[in-house]
């Protein structure tokens, strides 16, 4: 008992440690596997989850099978040839190391040999398998990609062959050369084993049968490189040896023959070593190996590396010119914008009152609350409660009091880390603090008399406007919405404070797993991690699992073939708050065209949206001439909704994507040149503003007229500067409303003439004698003066630069717009409201009407105080110091009024008797 008892523990000890570190990373991976499923019947796409998993499994089995007959195959045959004596005495000339090292060999795998074959074999081919199940998509994609109709321009190939195809072929080649070599490999260790080679006898230790198997296995070797050859032939159209991507002259003329030299060498040295089996040694193949290596480094490296330096580069544009216009054709058509509009923009300096007061609408949207800015407004004025938080602002456009109007939007989320540490429970984390509520919405262009922001919709519960209205402002599924929640449990969830009170709520909407079995229980407490799944009280047979409720994951693992757009935004739709997530379609295999940040094709071909309460997720079709998105399609056909069926009101709140449109203007600084020469000179190539100091000018929504068209737009504009200089060279806009979605249309500048950069404009404000002093003057009364994004914005056939300043005080967070900047051709002005800007540009001033402030949302004092401080400015310019004087002093008593206080002199510190006119200007 006593012998028999540590040896049980010890076994016993190993169970529980194979357990542990085996049986339960399995556990967890099937409770995974498990609750993943659950999640996609939840929201209607069970069929997506069996395809994937279909897909990958039979992937990795097709693999993996095929590995094994390999495998197997090869080491059962040798294990048949075996010989049935083993030599053991080696004789005086062999090493005694290598005897030893043979001996213990054969000692320790001899005796289960069969079975080393067989679980040996297996084993690797599973691990073949799983490596390739990860392809799963590249092999379905072979088998359902359809036709581009157009074809790459050497090979004569349909496009979709290199999309779809040819990645699928590049990945059997790569998974194909390393099981031939291991194969190889393990084979010659079980003939080494069995006694078959004797290796101290080096070239000649190789017995008969085994010479003619290994011959075979290095032949099929050799042969799969062959494949590998003819591939990286088609691969010529991803070239980056030439001045673009795509086959260049000296890959169509030295590489291509280069590679068919080593095809027909390779090919030869295969059957070289097939033909082997009948010959005695290695001399043979040796010879035909060794050409093989000279070739490859003489022909497949040397030889183009030659032609490159010294033929082409010399005369590099007369030979690369037809290759640099395929890369340009290529690359306009993968990136979309071969139908790109270009218009010439005078960029003239003629503008008049009457021009402004043309363009009202547009002015009257200008948005003058930058988002990064705008965000800090919010999270200070409109979270309410520590444990909200707004993510980020996006920009959309709303109805509001009948007309069209650009807008800030922000959703307000649930952050349950910012909780008080001994609230940080369990409970309260997964079953109370549930969901943000409501959402924000604020006009870009306006600010109340504080300089804030002048809110639409706002505070808890929602205080909207009509037309606003928000019947379920619960979010639920969101931007930052990571955790997992139980709802429908024994406790109610916190809905929005009251006071120092709170309003409860249960949850009413249809999403959610039912975990109304203990295997549901169990499997969710594994897969989080959270015991308390299994033991709390609160859970009933009724309660629901919501997990997965960001967007970016939600959408990912429904759809993980796209590529989602950095912003996603909120909206206000029938009285729900939706969330909207553009989507891309993508490739890397496009040929000939060139690659930006990683991709050389892409299509905006799918809009997601996601109700911010029930987490009703739909994928919307929006390109279906997307070859990409059709092969995917016949992958899911029940997962993507036809675009046409898109409610007018979700259609009304598309925006063209800012990722898309900043890789297309990326694109279009080079492929605007279509001359191939042009483009090798780069004589016309352009750059975002900013770019050389590593801080280039982002696309802005803007809601506008274009020159010469009728109505006003929400669109995105992308200003450009030429290359390594800071003017102005030409815009690029990109609509989004659904009459016009999707256009582009490129405003380009004269270039004879010298037409002001965001840059140049930016020195132009801090150099003014007028403004600089009052930017110092804040500065030095404790506040940070914060310079909003520069707008480009064409009025008629001009430019004006407009420019939103704020004030953020050192003891608060909360930025204050007070005064907007506008630059008009060697005009630079400072005031209240961009209004008062524009006309001070024009040498006007505003209306005083009490009845129509200067500054919208102002009352009439407000209103005048802004007047007056204008009229002392054009005063200090003219260096009228009397009429600065009554103007300060007025100005001073109408800021009295405003706050309530008693009438004093204005200027406290001057001696009774001082004239106005020895006031120094401040």
Do not use: C
């Amino acid at each position: 008992m006593s012998v028999t008892s540590p040896r049980r523990s010890r076994a016993l000890t190993i169970v529980l440690l194979v357990l542990v570190f085996f049986g339960l990373p399995l556990l967890t991976a099937a409770s995974t596997l498990f609750t993943d499923y659950l999640w996609f019947v939840d929201i209607g796409q069970r069929d997506v989850f069996v395809t994937i998993l279909a897909s990958r499994v039979a992937t990795g089995a097709a693999f993996g099978l095929a590995a094994f007959v390999i495998l197997f195959a090869n080491l059962r045959i040798a294990r048949a040839m075996a010989p049935r004596a083993v030599l053991t005495s080696i004789g005086h000339d062999a090493p005694p190391q290598l005897e030893e090292f043979v001996i213990q060999l054969r000692g320790a795998i001899g005796p289960i040999v069969d079975k080393v074959v067989l679980w040996g074999s297996l084993g690797l081919a599973i691990l073949f398998g799983i490596g390739m199940s990860g392809t799963w998509d590249t092999m379905r994609l072979a088998l359902t990609g359809v036709l581009f109709g157009a074809n790459d321009p050497h090979f004569g190939h349909d496009i979709g062959f290199f999309v779809f195809v040819l990645p699928a072929l590049r990945a059997i080649a790569d998974w194909l050369t390393p099981l031939l070599v291991l194969t190889a490999i393990v084979t010659a260790v079980i003939h080494l084993v069995d006694g078959a080679i004797q290796p101290w006898a080096r070239l000649k230790g190789f017995a008969p049968h085994v010479k003619a198997h290994l011959s075979v296995l290095l032949g099929l070797i050799v042969a799969s490189r062959v494949f590998d050859y003819y591939l990286s032939i088609l691969e010529l159209s991803f070239s980056p040896r030439g001045q673009v991507t795509g086959a260049s002259y000296t890959d169509v003329n030295a590489q291509i023959p280069a590679y068919r030299l080593l095809i027909a060498i390779a090919a030869v040295s295969a059957i070289a070593l097939l033909i082997n089996i009948w010959f005695k040694g290695w001399r043979l193949p040796a010879i035909a190996l060794g050409v093989w290596v000279a070739a490859s480094v003489l022909a497949g490296n040397v030889y183009p590396g030659l032609i490159q330096q010294f033929r082409v580069a010399p005369n590099e544009i007369a030979y690369e010119a037809p290759y640099i216009a395929r890369n340009i054709t290529a690359t306009r058509d993968a990136f979309d914008l071969a139908d790109v509009e270009t218009r010439p923009f005078p960029a003239d300096e003629t503008l008049t009152v009457d021009d402004v007061v043309e363009n009202r609408p547009t002015l009257d949207n200008i948005r003058l609350w930058d988002p990064s800015i705008a965000v800090q407004t919010y999270r200070q004025l409109q979270v309410i409660r520590t444990y909200y938080d707004f993510r980020d602002v996006d920009v959309d456009r709303y109805v509001i009091d009948g007309r069209q109007r650009q807008v800030l939007v922000s959703a307000r989320e649930m952050d349950v880390t910012q909780l008080a540490e001994q609230a940080q429970t369990w409970l309260n984390k997964h079953l109370v603090y549930t969901h943000g509520y409501g959402i924000v919405v604020s006009p870009s262009n306006e600010a109340d008399t504080r300089g804030l922001p002048n809110f639409v919709v706002g505070d808890i519960p929602p205080d909207v406007v009509e037309g606003l209205e928000i019947d379920e402002p619960g979010i639920y599924f969101g931007e930052a919405t990571t955790d997992y929640i139980i709802v429908n449990t024994g406790i109610p969830e916190f809905d929005y404070p009251v006071g120092e009170g709170r309003v409860e709520t249960f949850y009413d909407g249809a999403a959610g797993v039912e975990v109304s079995s203990f295997v549901r229980r169990a499997a969710f407490a594994m897969r989080f991690g959270a015991p308390q799944i299994l033991f709390s009280q609160y859970i009933e047979p009724q309660s629901r699992v919501l997990f997965d409720r960001d967007l970016r994951s939600r959408v990912s693992k429904v759809a993980p073939f796209l590529t989602l757009d950095g912003d996603p935004y909120p909206a206000i739709i029938d009285g729900r708050i939706v969330w909207i997530q553009d989507a891309y379609t993508t490739s890397a295999h496009y040929p000939y065209s060139q690659y930006f940040r990683g991709v050389n094709y892409v299509r905006n071909s799918v809009k997601v949206t996601v109700d911010a309460y029930d987490g009703t997720t739909t994928l919307w079709g929006v390109d279906p001439d997307d070859p990409v998105l059709q092969a995917w399609q016949v992958i899911f056909p029940d997962l993507i909704t036809n675009g046409d069926d898109v409610p007018d009101g979700v259609r009304a709140h598309f925006r063209y994507p800012e990722d898309l449109f900043s890789l297309q203007a990326e694109a279009y600084k080079t492929y605007h040149m279509t001359d191939p020469q042009d483009f090798y000179n780069k004589e016309d190539a352009w750059e975002l503003p900013g770019e050389r100091e590593g801080n280039p000018m982002d696309p802005f929504y803007v809601l506008m007229r274009l020159p010469g068209e009728a109505v006003e737009d929400f669109q995105l504009i992308q200003p450009f500067t030429p290359r390594n200089r800071n003017n102005m060279i030409g815009w690029m806009s990109a609509k989004s409303d659904p009459a016009d979605y999707g256009r582009r249309v490129v405003y380009e500048f004269p270039k004879q003439r010298v037409i002001l950069g965001p840059e140049q404009v930016s020195a132009r404000i801090n150099q003014d004698d007028i403004i600089a002093p009052q930017l110092t003057l804040w500065s030095q009364r404790g506040s940070d003066v914060i310079f909003g994004n520069m707008l480009v914005v064409p009025l008629g056939d001009s430019i004006v630069y407009i420019q939103p300043l704020y004030l953020q005080a050192e003891q608060t967070a909360i930025p204050e717009l007070v005064r907007v900047l506008v630059v008009y051709a060697d005009k630079v002005e400072m005031a209240v409201d961009l209004e008062a800007a524009l006309l001070a540009v024009f040498g006007e001033r505003p209306i005083d009407d009490p009845d129509d402030p200067a500054v919208p949302g102002l009352p009439a004092d407000a209103a005048r105080a802004a007047e007056l401080y204008e009229r002392a400015i054009q005063a200090q310019r003219a260096g009228d110091w009397a009429e600065y004087g009554r103007a300060i002093d007025e100005l001073g008593r109408v800021l009295r009024e405003l706050a309530g206080v008693v009438d004093e002199p204005a200027l406290e510190d001057v001696e009774e008797g001082v004239p106005a006119e020895d006031l120094e200007a401040p």
